[in-house]
Structure formats: structure tokens, C-alpha cells
């Protein structure tokens, strides 16, 4: 059964900061792995997914993926206000069609 | 912007009530999904379809929860007999695919259910 973890549980960071999420999975098959973002009282939306070892940028955000330790992360650089939310990770694999998520991040950001 | 749309967007029921909510998916989404965000932000994955077909569901669902997705009507998700331990978000989202993860879920704004 996957279990996937996410750390820190909270994070409180300056405006121009770089903020690191952490997420780690239990499932070595798992394939797909997604980061999320909801902001308060809003749907959870896609920010980035990536699907085989390495980084992966846009724009401000670069997700970067380490199968071998179990373990894929969100950095964001130069972090706003606009980007305080609950930042979610989410991990599947052929075994299933739906994303296992962890219980998130809740960020923010202090002007 | 998510075009998925769920209704109610809160609902309060006592215990033992029938809870229902809806959700229609976005255009052209073949795949939609259920889940339970509880106050912990703990995400349950409760069941998925393609079209009118249930794809997989968990044991919870399959005792307490009926869910469908009627062709040319939203998607519903109804507990039967409501507990507290039921109050969360219920989230819907839909997708492309059900391709094996790869492809992005577009969630709903959710139904929050409050059970007194």
C-alpha cells in the first residue's frame, strides 16, 4: 500500500525566498508523480508533474525526482505572497488510476 | 480555470440522513474522480468512472456510499446513512484519461459536508 509523506507540515518564508517541499513515496513501481496547489477555499490545481529521474522547470517552480531514494521535491524561487496555499504531492503507478497524495504543505509567504 | 462544477458547495445533514452531491465534469472528460478531504487535508481516494463505469472503488465506498455518472446527467455522490466522521471535502475531478496517472486531474471546487 502507498504511503506517501510530505514534509515540512508548515513553512512560513520571506517574500524573494526559496522555499523547498519535500515528498516522500513508499512504492519503488511508482511512475507518475504531480505536485498540486490549493489555495484556501479554491480546487486543488496542477502545478507540475514528472515522470522519470532528474528536474524539471517552469518559470519560477522546478520539481526534481530521485526514484532510487524515494523522494521528489518542489522548489520555488523568488517566492510571493500569491504563492501561500496548501501545496500538495500526489504519486501513481500502473498498478492504478488514481494519484495517492500526501497531506501537504501549507506555505506562506510574509511580504 | 478548472471548469469542473460541484453543487452543493456546502451541505450540513444530522446523523443517519442521506448526504448527495453533484458534479459535473469537465467537456470532453471521460474519467471522473471522488474523494474525501478531511480536516487534516487527508486525501481518500472513494471511486472513479469512465463514462458510466465504475473503474475502481474502496470497501468504504462500497458499503456506505452509492456513486453513478449517468450518461447526459451530473455525477452524484450519496451517502447513505451519514456518520460524523463523514464531515470533510468531497472533491470531484476529471480527467482525460485513465491512463495510468500520467494524466491531470481537474478537481472541483468541493461540497463541504458537515454532520452534526
Known amino acids: 500500500q502507498q504511503n506517501v509523506q510530505q514534509s515540512p507540515e508548515s513553512l512560513i518564508v520571506p517574500e524573494g525566498a526559496r522555499t523547498s517541499l519535500n515528498c516522500t513515496f513508499s512504492?519503488?513501481?511508482?511512475?507518475y508523480f504531480w505536485w498540486y496547489r490549493q489555495h484556501s477555499g479554491k480546487a486543488p490545481k496542477a502545478l507540475m508533474?514528472?515522470?522519470?529521474?532528474g528536474e524539471k522547470e517552469e518559470g519560477r517552480f522546478t520539481i526534481h525526482l530521485n526514484k532510487a531514494s524515494l523522494h521528489f521535491s518542489l522548489h520555488i524561487r523568488d517566492s510571493q505572497p500569491s504563492d501561500s496555499a496548501l501545496y500538495l504531492c500526489?504519486?501513481?503507478?500502473?498498478?492504478?488510476?488514481?494519484?495517492?497524495f500526501g497531506t501537504g504543505t501549507k506555505l506562506q509567504v510574509v511580504p | 480555470n478548472s471548469k469542473v462544477i460541484q453543487t452543493p458547495r456546502y451541505l450540513v445533514k444530522g446523523q443517519g440522513q442521506k448526504a448527495k452531491m453533484r458534479c459535473i465534469p469537465e467537456?470532453?472528460?471521460?474519467?471522473v474522480f471522488w474523494y474525501q478531504q478531511n480536516k487534516n487535508n487527508e486525501f481518500k481516494f472513494l471511486i472513479n468512472?469512465?463514462?458510466?463505469?465504475?473503474?475502481?472503488q474502496i470497501d468504504m465506498t462500497e458499503k456506505r456510499f452509492s456513486a453513478e455518472c449517468p450518461s447526459n446527467s451530473p455525477c452524484s455522490l450519496e451517502i447513505q446513512s451519514s456518520e460524523a466522521g463523514d464531515s470533510a471535502l468531497y472533491l470531484c475531478?476529471?480527467?482525460?484519461?485513465?491512463?495510468?496517472?500520467?494524466?491531470?486531474?481537474?478537481f472541483g471546487p468541493g461540497t463541504r459536508l458537515t454532520v452534526l
Open positions: 475531478a476529471s480527467s482525460l484519461s485513465r491512463g495510468q496517472g500520467y494524466a491531470e486531474q481537474f
Open positions: 512504492d519503488s513501481a511508482s511512475q
Open positions: 508533474s514528472i515522470f522519470s529521474n
Open positions: 500526489a504519486v501513481s503507478g500502473d498498478s492504478g488510476t488514481y494519484q495517492r
Open positions: 467537456k470532453g472528460h471521460p474519467v
Open positions: 468512472f469512465q463514462n458510466q463505469e465504475v473503474l475502481q
